[in-house]
Structure formats: C-alpha cells, structure tokens
C-alpha cells in the first residue's frame, strides 16, 4: 500500500519566541574596605590555564549553566620558584621603595613605601606596627618603643607569605567538571568557586570576552556584510565566518564553518576578508580559537585578559600571646589587633 | 532541516476533506467541487475537539532518538543523541543558532542563563502556530470548484482540500476507484456482468467485474444501492461470480460514494492511514533580542530564523 507524503504550504506558519536569550548575570560583590593595599603581577598565561569553562555541545537545553574545572597552578601566587605544581612564597614579600600606587613587579608581593621612598617605612607593614603599637601602648606612635621592630617587621612579611601559601595551594590538583552555581560547585573546593566567580565577572562586565566578534578591528578597507568568509592567518584552516557591519562598526561575527584543519590557538592573529578584499583582524583569545575551532565543548581556558587584577584580603593578626606593657594578653582582654590588607593580584 | 512529528486519527482528518461530483450534469466545467467541515482537532492535544482548538500540551521533548518518532496527539521532538527530554533536537538547533548570533558560536548556549525558558518559548511559538493551523478549520468552507478562482481566493482549508484531491489523483489514483483494494476471496473470479455485491449496509448493488486470469482489471457499478442503509466506508464488501468465486474488498468513502450513487453529494476524500501531510514552522527569535554589545538582531540583520518540518502523520 502507499501513502502520500504531501507538502501543505498553507499550514505553514511562523512565530516569534517570547522569550529573550538572557547573559546577563550580577557581579561579584566587591571586596570589603581594607586598611592597606600590597601589589602582586603575575604572567596572564599562569592564571588563563587554570580556569576553564566547558560549553556542553549544546546538547542539553535545560541545564543552564556552564561546566567549570580548574588545572593544578600553584604558581597563580608565589615567588620565581614557583611552578604550577610547586607552592613557593619565601621570597614574596618585599618592602617596596616605591610610593606609587598600582606599584606592581611581577612575581613579587610589593608593600609600597609610605612616604619615604625607601624600604624602610612599607605601608601595610607599617599600618600592622602601628596598631601593634596602639595595643601595646596606647599609641600609634610608640613603634620605636618596640625594641625588635625589624623581627615584627620580618613576621609581618612572614604572615603574607604564608597566607599567599595558603592561596597558591588551593591549586594543588585538577577540579571540576561542575556546572557553574550547582550545589556541587557551592560545596566545591574553592578553586572551583574562584572559577565561577571570574566566569561570571566576566559574562557581567566584559561579556564580548565570550564573543567571536572581540577585539576586531578594521584591517585593509572597510569591510562590507558577507556570509561565509574565508579566515586567514593563525593555525586553523577552511573556517568561514559571517560579518555584519553598519559602516565601520562591527555589529557582529558569527562562525558559519569550523576550521577543517589544523587548530586555531589564542594569540594568533586571523583575518577575515570580504568579497572586495577589505579585512577585519582579530587577536584571538581562548574563546575565540575555540569558536574558529568548534572546540567550545571541551575545557577552554576563561578569557582572563593581561590587564585584570584579582582581589584577596589578607587578614594580619598580632601572635597570640602577645601582652601590653601591663601584662594583659591582648586577645584575652579583646584589645587584639587586626588588620586587613587588600592583596591585589594583575596579571600580565 | 529538523523535523517535528505529531500523529492524529485518520478519521479526524477524513471527516473534514470533501469531493463533490456533479453527478455528471456538465461535461465541461472540468471539475469536482471541494468543501470542508469544522476539524480543529486535525492538530491539537488530546482536548482538541471538532469545535474547539487546544494545543497547550502539544509541543513534547522526546526520549526518543529515532526517526518517525510519532504519538497520537503530541508533536514530538526526538531526542538529538542523549536519549533524554533535554536535548530536543528542534529545540537544540534553534538555541545554537541563538548562540551562534549571540556569541559567534553555536556551542555557547550554556553561556546562556535562561536556557529552559527560552526551551519552554521555543515550545510555546510551535504551539501557537499549531493552534493557527487548526484555526484554519474553524468552520465549514465551499463548496468550490477545485481549481477554480473561488478555491484559490478562499480559506486555506480549501486549497488544502484541493492539493489533498490532485495529490491522491496524481499518486494513487486507483483510490478514487471501485477496483481498489479488491482481493481475492474464494476461487478465483472469473469476468461477469451485474454480479451480486454482498456485505455491508447496503443491498442490491451489482458490479461488473473484468479479470486476467488472478489479475482484477476492473470493476465498476451496475446497479448502485436499492435498499439497506447507505455503505459506510471500512464495510467489506463481497462480490460473487457466477461460480461462486468471490473478490472482496474494503471499502473507502469513495467506494461508498460508489456503491451509494452518492458520489453527488460531498464524500470525503480517501485519506488513507499512513498518510502524511507536511508544513513548515518558522520559528523567529525575540524581536528585541541583543548580541553582547547590545546590538539588536533584527537590527542588524544577524536576526535567528530557523524552520523545522512538521510531519503529520494518519493512524
């Protein structure tokens, strides 16, 4: 027996979704007010290849969120010594002669000087002698009348230390695969909470981060609309992408064929060229040579750009048996001293 | 394209599909004369009725990775690998594409953060197209000349109506004669003229019957109805020769119209179980959709249209 197979134009039809793809998220909360700043830099590259995101294939139109997992990076904070698998912080922190603000050297923790230019008077440092001080003695004013202000000043940088330890060694091992904001990721390790957060502060501030169409720019001429245009440069081939433009302004890029061959990898410079030889270029980020690759479903590093700076508080408190000169013990009496520094952490 | 499957009671769709024959009262206004009745369950959920559209429960993720992924009153979209509800393939294609506008890529939709909204919207827009299909049988229409003027500017029932008619004519035209269907019964017919058709409501109709040894070549009326009640399409009918060899066969509507003489008053079309009927959804995204630098798609002329065929199949 057969059977019509039968097209009915006329029950064609065509509607609009209600519903707004949505991107936007909050932002992290800010951290608090603290009581001095130190400076740390560090190589974007080291920071990029700890934290990934993972796109599902678009398999799954439920699940909302992205997959997150971070690699071992022990060196996100620590000295030269440091290796992605090995914590070294014991020549971190140094007494800055330099009193700028943003006093950032790269691998190095800066307290910067407070107004002398030299290595003598580091601001935290200082700030942590002061209250020391105002404990002790009643005064700010009293350091001086410490007689092992250098040993005190020694400890303070020994705390630093051992609490950039304490961060670097939240990178002891891979973690993950968790979606963004599950339960598995809130009960995670905090390496994986620290990914959501940059995943997420990106996608609230920079959102482009995660666009094909970052950072182009105008090459040769200028370029016009064009659909499946052929990619150049860069280690991938037989990628095509889609452009819009409105006069010189890029509305948007779109990929249309995934690279056939070889890998794009981030860094390269692609150009993308329309019918009339004009070309837009862009230096590609993770995202985007995942994009030009097709590779959005396996763990790509988050578009962490040289340039941002990640906060910590490190939190200074006096030893636990220190007294006043009445022989109080200070934490005994509730007089104890602490001090919060705000360790901003740029990469580069 | 990606294609969605709804399956629905042939006798849902035979009941609104009409021929009318002019019972041979003109011999050159070359046409039958098609009308439909109200059917606004030809598409709808399992409170659909004749008189009321209801599609609210229609548009269904499946489990089901296969092909021909067909249930009665649900429009299925078959899972694209994961054997789950969460990966509709209709659905998974228009979100990459979303994505794919959005961020350049159509992996990004976990980039998203409102993924199963925009799935339940997704399955609202091809519900509210369902509902305007069956809005198209909202009340009886014709009757026309297939063909004609009137039929080409009337309601889309009865356009449908009529590619339904020249479809079956130009595949399976023996649907629309007395031979169809005919096998055979006991011994093995032999030609005869006015033999006696038994079975079914009605009585008296006789037929002749040509035959090539096994082969049935033709039958056609002698003598339609004379008594009983009207033959009903699904009867079976019996056709004796002089030998006691029989033919018998399972009528359709035309058949009936046939056998009735009835042919001259709106018969339905012979729409047949397994039949399937096509039409394309289009599905749009938001009007006020954004990229990332807040550029709006439509705008931009980086606006998502995807279409997805709809498969209606007869059970």
Not at chain 1, 84 to 94: A, F, P, Q, V
Not at chain 1, 159 to 178: L, P, Q, Y
Not at chain 2, 139 to 157: F, I, K, L, P, R
Request: glycine share 8%; net charge negative; aromatic share 6%.
């Amino acid at each position: 027996m057969s059977n019509l197979d039968l097209y009915l134009s006329e029950l064609d039809a065509t509607a609009l979704i209600d519903t707004q793809a949505a991107f936007t998220v909050s932002s992290v909360a800010a951290a608090p007010s603290t009581n001095g700043t130190l400076y740390y830099q560090q190589a974007v590259s080291q920071w990029q290849r700890v934290f990934l995101l993972t796109s599902d294939a678009s398999v799954n139109v439920i699940d909302e969120s992205v997959l997150l997992s971070t690699l071992q990076g022990q060196n996100v904070l620590g000295d030269s010594s440091a290796t992605t698998s090995s914590t070294s912080c014991s020549g971190l922190y140094t007494a800055s002669a330099s009193t700028a603000a943003d006093n950032y050297t790269t691998e190095l923790v800066n307290d910067s000087s407070t107004t002398l230019a030299t290595t003598a008077d580091p601001a935290c440092n200082l700030d942590f002698q002061k209250e020391l001080s105002r404990a002790v003695f009643g005064t700010p004013l009293g350091i001086d009348l410490f007689n092992n202000e250098a040993a005190i000043s020694t400890s303070f940088g020994n705390a630093i230390e051992t609490m950039c330890t304490a961060i670097a060694n939240k990178f002891t091992s891979a973690a993950g695969t968790v979606p963004a904001g599950s339960a598995a990721e809130a009960s995670g390790v905090d390496a994986l909470k620290v990914c959501n957060k940059i995943y997420q502060q990106i996608m609230a501030s920079f959102p482009e981060r995660y666009t094909l169409m970052h950072n182009a720019a105008a090459g040769t001429g200028t370029m016009t609309d064009g659909n499946g245009l052929a990619v150049t440069g860069g280690s991938g081939t037989g990628c095509t992408v889609d452009v819009r433009m409105t006069s010189s302004v890029i509305d948007n890029i779109t990929v249309a064929q995934t690279a056939t061959g070889g890998a794009f990898v981030k860094g390269e410079t692609i150009i993308i060229t329309d019918g009339a030889s004009n070309t837009l270029t862009i230096v590609i980020n993770s995202i985007q040579a995942a994009i030009l690759n097709g590779t959005l479903n396996t763990a790509t590093e988050l578009p962490i750009e040289a340039g941002d700076i990640f906060n910590a508080v490190l939190t200074v408190k006096n030893n636990a048996s220190q007294t006043n000169v009445a022989g109080k013990v200070l934490d005994t009496i509730g007089d104890n001293v602490v001090r919060t520094y705000l360790l901003k952490m740029k990469v580069v | 394209m990606y294609t969605l499957y709804y399956q629905q009671s042939v006798t849902d769709w035979q009941r609104v599909f009409l021929l009318t024959s002019d019972n041979s009262v003109n011999v050159i206004d070359q046409n039958i004369q098609v009308s439909t009745l109200q059917g606004q369950n030809v598409i709808g959920d399992s409170s659909a009725t004749t008189s009321n559209t209801s599609t609210s429960e229609l548009y269904t993720p499946s489990t089901s990775t296969s092909v021909d992924n067909y249930t009665t009153e649900l429009i299925n979209d078959s899972s694209r690998t994961s054997g789950t509800t969460a990966d509709p393939t209709c659905n998974v294609d228009f979100q990459r594409e979303l994505s794919r506008a959005i961020f350049g890529s159509p992996v990004g939709i976990d980039l998203f953060n409102n993924e199963a909204a925009i799935s339940a919207s997704f399955g609202d827009a091809i519900e509210s197209m369902s509902t305007s299909i069956a809005n198209k049988f909202n009340s009886t229409s014709g009757a026309v000349a297939a063909g004609s003027t009137a039929e080409a500017s009337g309601a889309d029932s009865l356009k449908i109506c009529n590619k339904i008619f020249q479809q079956i004519l130009t595949s399976l035209p023996e649907r629309y004669t007395l031979k169809y269907n005919a096998s055979a019964g006991s011994g093995t017919m032999t030609d005869g003229t006015g033999l006696t058709v038994t079975g079914g409501s009605g009585t008296g109709a006789t037929v002749d019957v040509l035959m090539t040894g096994s082969i049935v070549d033709n039958i056609t009326i002698v003598q339609t109805r004379t008594g009983g009640t009207p033959y009903v399409k699904g009867e079976t009918i019996t056709i004796t020769d002089g030998a006691s060899n029989t033919l018998t066969i399972v009528i359709n509507s035309i058949q009936a119209g046939i056998l009735n003489g009835t042919l001259d008053t709106p018969t339905e079309l012979p729409i047949e179980v397994g039949d399937i009927f096509n039409n394309i959804f289009t599905v749009k995204n938001n009007i006020s959709q954004t990229n990332v630098s807040g550029k709006v798609l439509d705008t931009i002329g980086g606006n998502v249209e995807r279409t997805y065929l709809l498969k209606i199949k007869m059970i």
